[in-house]
């Protein structure tokens, strides 16, 4: 089922003629003999959720828009995408660059946002002139500027680079950024709904949501609700990397097994050079790792969907998140105790700094994790390990020290052994890895958890 | 609706408050044990706050009309009060415990130097530590350094010891008329610094030092020539024409050691000085003293002096659950020392059979 990438292996797809001619801008011309409201509305229907991780309805983030008289309203794209394993907003604005301008300018006009902002990180510098070139065609084609299709509307949209940090992936540290100042998030709330860039109303979405806002109004929301399952509704693009046969991006309606997606031959193709699956991390580097056995199956036997209630099945004990949709698998010669180290130095390195817990947190747990990997850890700094990442967890502003917490405690909690067996055999750690050790077996679920 | 009040629960004390409070304000109005501490927000500066953590509550229930409480705890320092929110602050075991994991956190990396260290007696994180922190650190790694930074003639950066409140950033940027520095870098490397090393020398900037919560801004004019505890504040005032010229003086005999503004119970400047009343007027002839400051008893300036101690408000029985802390009868766990033993009566030395025959 492809719906953001039906077109995207057309020749030239990337330009505005190629685009328009295989049925591009179509929503534009539809949406502008709509009101904002029925926009809204149709997205509602649709039951489209945020792409960007928290999976958000994006309808009810919508009508939560502030629309005070004479302040004006923004719409900001968030293509700040920087999650270790992420990298689905790359290729959609890569190779599809129109898709997004036509998602924009539908949200914007749904919005009333006459002044548009991408948020693009700095370092996918060559996609901001892709953008810009995007939206300078556009704009000569009439679909940007003043007074579009003679409804009255105007729309501008302007390409922000970021400065390479992931922050500002952060909705309020985005607008701190956007505005000028450092990127440290701000306490919510006011939400970003009623206080956002220059203290205006502000919507802050993702790349692929603003993308899916295409054909939902193209074929309409309640068309676009019967796709995926459940309140799962729709596409979603995964990017796969790690110890596949086909890494890459994929888009996927959401009915899949998660089984079918890493073995069938239609998405990765199984594990890599015949190895066996070890973990699997299913929506970003900060969601929860899992197991094989829980990769594949709930802690009820029950079969798990690439979907986001199923991929949550079991909470933080036994699940985890669908995310931003970065799929990582690991096969089994990878070692999750380094494994773990790296996400660890990733956050420490990204930690904005502004609230105590995450700041030196980050860098604790880091410190620890490099020693137990190095051979020089003990088997007191697993559960000092543990403490510290429930001191972090919930206890700061934004969400980058929950992120910093989840994926040691998701290590710990099913792959603890293997940080016993680091400590306790530091020579042999360095040597060689674990290996699959004792996880073809399904591990205790302690009942209520 | 300006007479409109909010009644707000804490620690099941009722107190009613403006709406728009914060619900640190409101456990202010309070007083004692229930007001969580605050190291990064400051009344007195817009937009400061949050930062910390360490003033987290519980809200055990939102308001009145939307009675769910809040799923994390939350920073009472920049979470405003509903009408019938419940808070719990000591009264909740999550808050005790995520603030001894926040304490923890501010410690690692801060050098434990308070020995030399001019803010010790006067610094929140001693206090903060003191009170709500564990004895031991678990931190067994080389704590973050930095390269020293000269900020000019009148404040010295001991980076090493800041613990990145933003206060002076918000002091400079509301009070100066042009902010001079701020904070470099992110993470656990972040600093407050100045770009290419221009020294801080604005209008009132000298207010920074007070602002501090720890050692990491101190006053070049004071730095290593005497320890807070041995200097005798006063308060005073000058006909200063920039400032308010009310002060607080730190004399030693009559000699004036420092200078700063006068804090309140919170340790909050009441008014902001100037750089001149501050670093210049070093000398007793320059003010007009009014007389001894308040501090508080339990605090190591005051050491010594015992003259009109006030019982502070105790609400123990209110307080459900919690033990108050320090109300020991020392004669209900020891033997010596009753009350109901005449010692005169005891021939020779007292020995403690002496009491424990004649006691119970």
């Known amino acids: ?449 | 609706m300006s007479d409109q009040k909010f009644k707000v629960t804490i620690d099941n004390i009722t107190v009613e408050v403006a709406p728009g409070t914060t619900i640190l304000n409101a456990a202010r109005m309070i007083g004692g044990d229930v007001t969580p501490p605050a190291m990064c927000y400051y009344s007195k500066l817009e937009g400061s706050g949050g930062k910390c953590r360490t003033c987290l509550v519980e809200v055990s229930k939102g308001s009145e009309k939307d009675p769910r409480p809040m799923p994390k705890l939350v920073a009472s320092c920049r979470t405003t009060v509903m009408d019938g929110m419940e808070v719990k602050n000591i009264t909740s075991d999550k808050v005790l415990d995520a603030r001894k994991g926040v304490v923890e956190m501010l410690l690692v990396n801060h050098p434990l130097d308070c020995p030399v260290c001019d803010q010790a007696g006067e610094c929140h994180l001693q206090d903060l530590s003191y009170e709500h922190g564990a004895s031991t650190t678990r931190y067994e790694f080389d704590r973050r350094t930095f390269e020293k930074e000269d900020l000019g003639d009148y404040i010295s950066l001991h980076m090493t010891r800041c613990i990145l409140c933003y206060r002076c950033v918000y002091t400079a940027e509301q009070l100066t008329q042009k902010r001079e520095h701020g904070v470099l870098d992110r993470g656990d490397h972040a600093a407050i610094s100045t770009l290419l090393g221009k020294s801080l020398d604005n209008e009132f900037i000298g207010n920074v030092i007070d602002v501090c919560p720890v050692g990491a801004l101190t006053d070049k004019t004071f730095r290593f020539k005497n320890r807070v505890w041995f200097t005798k504040p006063v308060d005073a005032h000058c006909d200063c024409k920039t400032c308010g010229g009310k002060a607080r003086l730190w004399m030693r005999g009559d000699e004036v050691y420092r200078v700063t503004a006068r804090k309140d119970q919170w340790g909050e400047v009441e008014e902001w000085i100037c750089n001149d009343c501050r670093f210049h007027k070093k000398s007793a002839k320059d003010w007009v003293i009014e007389g001894p400051s308040k501090i508080s008893r339990h605090s190591v300036i005051s050491q010594g002096h015992y003259v009109g101690v006030k019982k502070q408000p105790v609400y123990i029985d209110k307080v459900i659950g919690k033990d108050p802390k320090m109300l020991l009868d020392i004669h209900t766990v020891s033997d010596v020392n009753r009350p109901e033993v005449e010692l005169s009566k005891i021939a020779g030395p007292a020995h403690s059979d002496d009491f424990k025959n004649t006691g119970k």
């Open chain 1, 1 to 449: 089922m492809k719906l953001l990438l039906e077109h995207a292996h057309v020749e030239g797809i990337r330009y505005y003629d190629a685009y328009r001619k295989n049925g591009g801008y179509r929503s534009v011309e539809k949406a502008f003999k709509m009101t904002p409201e029925e926009i809204v509305e149709e997205v509602k229907k649709s039951g489209l959720r945020g792409r960007g991780g928290a999976g958000f309805p994006t309808g009810m983030k919508w009508s939560f828009l502030a629309k005070p008289e004479g302040v004006p309203r923004h719409l900001v794209c968030n293509a700040d995408e920087s999650e270790p394993g992420t990298f689905k907003d790359r290729y959609l604005m890569e190779f599809l660059p129109h898709l997004l301008i036509e998602g924009l300018i539908v949200s914007s006009f749904a919005l009333g946002s006459n002044m548009t902002y991408i948020y693009i990180r700095g370092e996918y510098a060559w996609i901001v002139d892709i953008l810009e070139q995007a939206i300078a065609e556009a704009k000569n084609n009439g679909w940007l500027g003043k007074n579009i299709l003679n409804s009255g509307f105007d729309c501008e949209i302007y390409v922000q680079r970021g400065g390479g940090a992931y922050i500002c992936g952060e909705e309020t540290a985005l607008i701190e950024s956007l505005e000028g100042k450092r990127g440290n998030p701000r306490i919510k709330p006011p939400f970003p709904a009623i206080q956002g860039v220059w203290m205006r109303p502000t919507v802050v979405n993702n790349v692929e949501t603003l993308a899916a806002v295409v054909p939902i109004i193209n074929n309409g929301g309640e068309e676009y609700a019967k796709i995926g399952v459940g309140r799962s509704t729709g596409t979603k693009l995964l990017s796969v990397c790690g110890n596949v046969k086909k890494p890459g991006i994929y888009e996927i309606d959401m009915t899949q097994t998660v089984e079918e997606f890493i073995f069938s031959d239609e998405y990765c193709g199984g594990i890599a050079n015949g190895k066996k699956l070890k973990a699997c991390i299913p929506g970003g580097s900060s969601v929860p790792i899992l197991p094989a056995n829980l990769t594949l199956k709930t802690a009820k036997g029950e079969a798990r969907y690439m979907n986001y209630e199923s991929l949550s099945d079991g909470g933080f004990a036994t699940g985890s998140m669908m995310g931003s949709g970065g799929f990582i698998v690991l096969d089994e010669d990878q070692c999750v105790v380094r494994h773990t180290m790296t996400l660890a130095r990733f956050y420490n390195h990204e930690s904005c700094g502004q609230c105590s817990p995450c700041r030196e947190g980050t860098g604790w747990m880091y410190k620890i994790l490099k020693n137990i990997e190095y051979g020089k850890g003990k088997l007191s700094d697993i559960d000092l390990l543990w403490d510290i990442q429930r001191k972090i967890e919930g206890n700061t502003i934004c969400p980058l020290g929950d992120a910093a917490a989840w994926p040691v405690a998701a290590a710990i909690r099913h792959f603890r052994d293997e940080f016993e067996w680091h400590v306790n055999n530091p020579d042999e750690a360095q040597n060689r890895n674990f290996g699959l050790a004792h996880y073809a077996d399904p591990i205790h679920i302690p009942a209520g958890a």
